[in-house]
Structure formats: C-alpha cells, structure tokens
Nanobody, 124 residues
Framework: QVQLVESGGGLVQTGGSQRLSCAAS????????MGWFRQAPGKEREFVAV????????YYADSVKGRFTISGDNAKNTVYLQMTSLNAEDTAVYYC?????????????????WGQGTQVTVSS
C-alpha cells in the first residue's frame, strides 16, 4: 500500500508559478511510475505529467509542455510538479498517483494509488 499526500496548492496570479509536492509513505516511490493529473469543475480528470523511474524519462501533456516540470526525490520519497506561466485554464484540483499498470501511462486506469488532491486556482 502507498499513501500519497499532495500539498502546495493555493491561489496564484496569472503568469505566476507554483510548486506542488506529493509525499508518499508505505513504499518507495521508485517502485512506481508517478503521475500528476488534474480535474477542473465539470471536466474529466486529465493527464498532466508522469515520471518513469525505470527508464528515467518524463512525459507531459501538450497543454503544459514547456511550462511544467515533474521531478522526484527518492531520499524524501516525494514527487514535485513545478508549474510556471500559469493561466486560468490551469485552475483545477491536482492529484498525484502511483502506478504499475498495466496500460498507458497517461490513462488514470494505469494508477493504483491516488492522493486526495490539492486545489490550484489561477486568478487574473
């Protein structure tokens, strides 16, 4: 079992930056592929980014590529999502997830464990 707790959400102005953290307990995150997803009101949960420890790679949704960076700290058992150049379309509840598949990394069904989410609101 893995327990995930997100933090770092809040209110940020358009063009600003925010860093989300996802702290894990129970098992080492290096055993899993770690993803960030988000869900805006009235919309489906969508993929944001994933870090694959096994191949040492990161992948991003087109909507955040070049603005968001996913990283991890194995010593702290924590994954981060650094967000820059935020705009209103980034407003959502952000979730981190740990998964071992099977399936596709950008699909929610790939992930076995989810955090409770943290709200990010971008205001103008």
């Amino acid at each position: 079992q893995v327990q995930l707790v997100e933090s770092g959400g809040g209110l940020v102005q358009t063009g600003g930056s925010q860093r989300l953290s996802c702290a894990a307990s129970g098992r080492a995150l290096s055993r899993y592929n770690m993803g960030w997803f988000r869900q805006a009101p009235g919309k489906e949960r969508e993929f944001v980014a994933v870090i694959s420890w096994s191949v040492g790679s990161t992948y991003y949704a087109d909507s955040v590529k070049g603005r968001f960076t996913i990283s991890g700290d194995n010593a702290k058992n924590t994954v981060y999502l650094q967000m820059t150049s935020l705009n209103a379309e980034d407003t959502a509840v952000y979730y981190c997830a740990a998964g071992q598949g099977p399936g596709l990394l950008y699909k929610p069904t790939y992930y076995n464990y989810w955090g409770q989410g943290t709200q990010v609101t971008v205001s103008s």
